[in-house]
């Protein structure tokens, strides 16, 4: 059974930077596709940025140029580097893991605060 372990988030002022990552342990070459997606209170989760293996990374319009998706060397890893952090960035991040049987699991939350 993969497991999702993430790290990073806090708080952080506008214009900063955060790093967050998300260790998959189990099953690694059950996994399709990695990423991580993003909620705010009473919004649905959306769609941060996604890495599937082979193919090119997807990321939401609004954090286009800002944030940058990849993966660690062994593939069991993933993350997220957000620059120029800005308030509507604010929100519970998840790591996402694809599996290729196409079950879809997911990290507990991290919660990233932009503010002053």
């Known amino acids: 059974q993969v497991q999702l372990v993430e790290s990073g988030g806090g708080l952080v002022q506008p214009g900063g930077s955060l790093r967050l990552s998300c260790a998959a342990s189990g099953s690694i070459f059950s996994i399709y596709a990695m990423g991580w997606y993003r909620q705010v209170p009473r919004q649905q989760r959306e769609l941060v940025a996604a890495?599937?293996?082979?193919?090119?990374?997807n990321y939401a319009d609004s954090v286009k140029g800002r944030f940058t998706i990849s993966r660690g060397n062994a593939k069991n890893m993933v993350y997220l580097q957000m620059n120029r952090l800005k308030p509507e960035d604010t929100a519970v991040y998840y790591c996402?893991?694809?599996?290729?049987?196409?079950?879809?699991?997911w990290g507990q939350g991290t919660q990233v605060t932009v503010s002053s």
């Open positions: 890495f599937t293996s082979g193919g090119s990374p």
């Open positions: 996402n893991v694809d599996l290729t049987d196409h079950r879809r699991l």
